[in-house]
T-cell receptor, first 113, second 115 residues
């Protein structure tokens, strides 16, 4: 069965420090991986997709099929990065329809001044 | 605001009562999803529509739950004979087959509290 694991419920770092939010997945096939973010009092929104291989708000994520990981990284954290971050997987057997997603439990990132 | 809208935002009900939530997706989106999120968990898939057809349902969706999307526009999610375990945030999302895969647009959610 497909599964997304985010081992850290809470991650607190100081402003300017590097950030790495961990995500591991299990899926028999070629999944698509995503990071979604939810800022305080805002709706859940897409941050980035592994296919795009782009940097959004300074964040990058590389899909490592050997380690089945898709960790989210940013070299220098900013206070506005404080939010809930969810790793998500989309695949043929992930359920949830054509674009259906299986989410991890989320990591609450707090950036301290 | 042309985003996904959900109504009501909050609902408090007594156990055994029926509740209904409404979702208005982004107008050009033909795909609509319902998710449930409980405290400390990520969103969990409930059901999916393409236009008016309900194409997939999760095993989480017991027979007390029913969803409709008449005419392929707005959708309703009804929970009959609510139980305390139904207390959660119910999220609606929409997407378009013409957009990038996996980019779901979420509403702000409807929070249900069953007393």
């Amino acid at each position: 069965a497909q599964r997304v694991t985010q081992p850290e419920k809470l991650l607190s770092v100081f402003k300017g420090a590097p950030v790495e939010l961990k995500c591991n997945y299990s899926y028999s096939g070629s999944p698509e991986l995503f990071w979604y973010v939810q800022y305080s009092r805002q709706r859940l929104q897409l941050l980035l997709r592994h296919i795009s291989r782009e940097s959004i708000k300074g964040f990058t994520a590389d899909l490592n099929k050997g380690e089945t990981s898709f960790h989210l990284k940013k070299p220098f954290a900013q206070e506005e990065d404080s939010a809930m971050y969810y790793c998500a997987l989309s695949g043929r057997y992930s359920g949830g329809g054509a674009d259906g997603l299986t989410f991890g439990k989320g990591t609450h990132l707090i950036i301290q001044p | 605001d042309t985003g996904v809208s959900q109504d009501p935002r909050h609902k408090i009900t007594k156990r055994g009562q029926n509740v209904t939530f409404r979702c208005d997706p982004i107008s050009e989106h033909n795909r609509l999803y319902w998710y449930r999120q409980t405290l400390g968990q990520g969103p969990e898939f409930l059901t999916y529509f393409q236009n008016e057809a309900q194409l997939e349902k999760s095993r989480l969706l017991s027979d007390r739950f029913s969803a409709e999307r008449p005419k392929g526009s707005f959708s309703t999610l009804e929970i009959q004979r609510t139980e305390q375990g139904d207390s959660a945030m119910y999220l609606c999302a929409s997407s378009s087959r013409d957009r990038v895969t996996g980019e779901l647009f979420f509403g702000e959610g409807s929070r249900l509290t069953v007393l």
